[in-house]
């Protein structure tokens, strides 16, 4: 039997964290040959998370450049990968989610003529806009793909409005759970002191990460403003911010909150300290996506700084709640979950509609299914179990 060879393409670190399991258990199998080629379109941040899941790309092409333009990181990307892609020849390229390597990726691909597999695929906003890019990058790659693995049955839902067909479709939970079961431990050791001496048992730990560039400008602004009254209202919080590198999150977060009482400053966490810091933390304030899939794992509540979500399943199971960046409402719902048992135990009480930590294995399984070494269809996906954080205020 013929080894499949399978090239997963990533750049980014929520890219790498994600790919990180399918990597993983693709190379478990003997009927798989894997290849991987990285972008760094993220280069410091993608190499933290590499280095955590033991993975030592076959072809990087370190593209990242100081301010570097949308059209800059899609070029070079798609004229690097064209070459890779050329001499390797796979049998199947595997992209993630909605980055401009997902795009770049997925369209060298096609330029090579090689099928495409899209780790989460069929999510949306409907606005082309909002995020930007990230929602066009992934309705893009949709377009081009031939085997797309959606993370839930919304998702899949999405994807049949937009003509896919079913036989395309697999549900499979997202990969981000794989990666955050395998990577929090109950006795983790913080490798900073600070963290190790916060008390995330009577402290009201708020863990805080704004980057979108949707809300770059007077939107920041008014995210970090909110977090400076919230810790000046509440000396019982300690807030811990992990600021992007991006100069334009950077300088707006020390100009706001450098040097204030009980706000503690972080470059971006390597993903195990993070990880675990979401895990003990109260609440979190963020305009993340990953973090909506990962924090009904953790029954942590997570304040979505954001208009529009592609990721409805947490709203609706209720450990998500879109507030946007208005800073009046941030600090209101902020204080509503501090003040409120009730309110807090509605959130922290997740039903998790993201994954069971097996998301990995049927995405294994269903390119087996689609080149024909198995006979059986996997089973998609079905909702996970209920958990419950306690209530940390008082």
Request: aromatic share 8%; hydrophobic share 40%.
């Amino acid at each position: 039997m013929n080894r499949i060879k399978v090239m997963t393409v990533f750049g980014t670190r929520p890219e790498a964290i994600k790919m990180a399991p399918v990597v993983r258990v693709l190379r478990e199998s003997p009927a798989f040959e894997v290849k991987v080629a990285v972008t760094a379109q993220h280069r410091e941040m993608l190499d933290q998370v590499l280095q955590h899941f033991g993975i030592t790309p076959d072809d990087d092409l370190n593209i990242m450049l100081p301010r570097q333009s949308l059209t800059e990181v899609t070029t070079r990307a798609l004229e690097g990968l064209e070459g890779v892609m050329a001499r390797e020849r796979p049998d199947l390229v595997l992209v993630h989610g909605d980055t401009t390597t997902t795009f770049a990726g997925s369209l060298a691909a096609y330029y090579q003529r090689l099928p495409v597999g899209h780790v989460e695929a069929g999510l949306r906003t409907f606005d082309k806009y909002s995020p930007y890019p990230e929602e066009m990058n992934r309705r893009l790659t949709g377009a081009l793909t031939d085997l797309h693995f959606a993370p839930t049955a919304w998702a899949r839902e999405n994807l049949r409005r937009e003509g896919i067909p079913e036989e395309k479709i697999f549900v499979t939970g997202n990969t981000a759970i794989d990666a955050l079961l395998w990577t929090v431990r109950k006795n983790y050791s913080f490798s900073n002191p600070l963290l190790n001496r916060l008390d995330y048992s009577k402290c009201r730990v708020i863990a805080v990460e704004a980057h979108r560039r949707e809300n770059w400008g007077q939107p920041m602004a008014d995210i970090f403003s909110a977090v400076r009254e919230i810790a000046q209202r509440h000396p019982q919080v300690e807030i811990v911010v992990s600021v992007h590198k991006n100069p334009e999150v950077s300088s707006v977060a020390h100009r706001l909150l450098a040097g204030e009482e009980r706000i503690h400053l972080f470059e971006p966490f390597e993903y195990p300290e993070w990880a675990n810091l979401l895990q003990r933390s109260c609440l979190i304030l963020t305009d993340s996506g990953g973090l909506q899939e990962e924090a009904p794992s953790l029954g942590t509540p997570v304040l979505l700084l954001r208009e529009t979500t592609e990721r409805p399943e947490a709203i609706a199971a209720g450990t998500v709640r879109m507030i946007g960046a208005r800073k009046d409402r941030i600090i209101a719902e902020t204080e509503t979950l501090l003040r409120d048992e009730a309110a807090y135990r509605a959130m922290s009480t997740a039903t998790n509609p993201y994954g069971d930590g097996q998301s990995a294995l049927r995405i294994r399984a269903a390119i087996l299914f689609y080149f024909g070494q198995v006979e059986d269809r996997p089973a998609d996906f079905a909702l996970g179990k209920t958990s419950q954080k306690n209530y940390c205020g008082g």
